[in-house]
């Protein structure tokens, strides 16, 4: 649910908002954890290291202690390139202003790219875009570049939220040399099964939360994403012959409040294959 229908029946949401940012504090874990992917692939020939975070939802109740310690986690890490996969907004801009910007000596340490999140077009973009990119994150909006990672080439590619935009990831990008390691951001995970058979050799995700309200036995209450189940437990999973990784998020969607799924960073080792296996194999945490 946007935030925007969540206002229509909460009028006073920003309100309640403030509200529970006083009282979360008493439970809200101190910092995120790590989860840590391995995939080995025979398009690398040393290895490279990911983070990818996602769905913070920057919001009242988002402390600053506990991005500080994200930053230090991450920064710790010394990845060769760091990755947003979206939903920054929760329901104000002065949030993103206030947090965001204690990302920047990350994102002045590490390369830094991003795509934006469906709650990302819940305001005015034009306006939301340029605070984001003042924090030193590149935002892929459709478009591809390709990078040096540890003396590598990687190309990387970004789309918008598919389930706002409606645009799938232009077809340049399979073109690509398939000697290159190709990485693809989507805030959406069901965008894999849009995609060729083998398309990339590795697509990042989030928006799922983990569930974020996830109860013995019954699991999520809710998930946003119609094969949501297929991608939940923060492993790397296979679909359409691509490896697939959703990272649970940093944050809170509409109440601060997550049950048997804490937030999270994800670090991704990407191994070369010595012995030149024609597939990727896939190891996780
Ligand atoms: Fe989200």
Known sequence: MSFKSFQFIFPHYRRMERWFGGIAQWWLPKQPELHEIRLTTPRLTAPVTLVQLSDLHCAAWTREDYI??????????????????????HSARKQIARVMPLFSPLHQAIPTFGVLGNHDFDDVLDELLPLLTGCGITFLRGEQRLLTCNGQPVWLGGIDDFF????DVPA???EQDRAVFRLLLSHQPDVVFRLPEDAVDLMLSG????????FPLVGPLYLPSPRGREFLDGRLTRHRGVPVHVNVGLGYTLMPLRINCPPA??????EPDVAGANRHNVDSR
Not at 69 to 87: N, S
């Open 172 to 174: 340049a990008y399979f």
């Open 265 to 270: 960073i994800s670090v991704i080792r990407l």
């Open 207 to 214: 928006h799922l939360h983990g569930g974020q309200l996830n």
């Open 164 to 167: 706002i935009c409606k645009r």
């Open 68 to 89: 500080k310690a994200t930053v230090g986690l991450c920064l710790d890490i010394q990845p060769d390139l760091m990755v947003w996969t979206g939903d920054f907004f």
